[in-house]
């Protein structure tokens, strides 16, 4: 690897950040790697997360996130029959992490009053704001269409406020119900 932060990198924290990569703990090997100099020479974020995607390279293992695989409404729909308590609502939520956004798909039970996550549906990474290729988000027409019909197919209502773009505050069904 032609890196000259790599080349500094002594062998015991290389090997170190390469277990980080081979688990997928990006945001770990990052810090790995930073914390191995001193604070006066340590490489600047972005800098090294170049070096650690690189290195996912170098490793075979690919630094961006897969988009996750079609739902599958059967499976869905056996998941929320052996979970605990009644359904009484299908719901879809935006969250994020380092990656970017995602949608969660929930069945809300009562009897205790529950929240199942059933899926985290993600169809790529923040770069698509940059580039232009969202809205529409692939995620949220995934998980309205999934969503509508397990909450349909399970005579039980479905709720996702902002279809339409990522919301972390949107009213939640417990809330508007």
């Given at each position: 690897m032609d890196s000259p932060i790599w080349a500094e990198l002594p062998a015991t924290d290389r090997?170190?950040?390469?277990?980080?990569?081979?688990?997928?703990h990006r945001i770990a090997?990052?810090?790995r790697l930073r914390d191995a100099f001193p604070v006066d020479s340590r490489p600047g974020l972005y800098e090294a997360l170049d070096v650690v995607a690189e290195r996912y390279?170098?490793?075979?293992?690919?630094?961006?996130r897969y988009p996750t695989?079609?739902?599958?409404?059967?499976?869905?729909?056996?998941k929320v029959k052996a979970l605990p308590g009644r359904t009484v609502a299908i719901e879809a939520v935006w969250d994020?992490?380092?990656?970017?956004?995602?949608?969660?798909l929930i069945a809300l039970a009562d009897d205790p009053p529950?929240?199942?996550?059933?899926?985290?549906?993600?169809?790529?990474s923040d770069m698509r704001l940059f580039n232009g290729s969202v809205p529409p988000w692939p995620e949220a027409q995934e998980a309205d269409t999934v969503g509508r019909a397990?909450?349909?197919?399970?005579a039980?209502?479905?709720?996702?406020?902002?279809?339409?773009?990522?919301?972390?505050?949107?009213?939640?069904?417990?809330?508007?119900a």
């Open positions: 090997s170190a950040v390469d277990s980080l990569i081979h688990k997928d090997a990052v810090k390279r170098e490793l075979g293992q690919r630094f961006e695989p079609p739902l599958n409404l059967p499976a869905l729909t056996e994020g992490d380092t990656d970017g956004w995602c949608v969660d529950a929240e199942h996550r059933l899926a985290s549906i993600r169809h790529g397990l909450a349909e197919h399970l039980v209502p479905f709720h996702f406020t902002s279809p339409d773009e990522p919301d972390l505050d949107a009213p939640r069904w417990r809330t508007t």
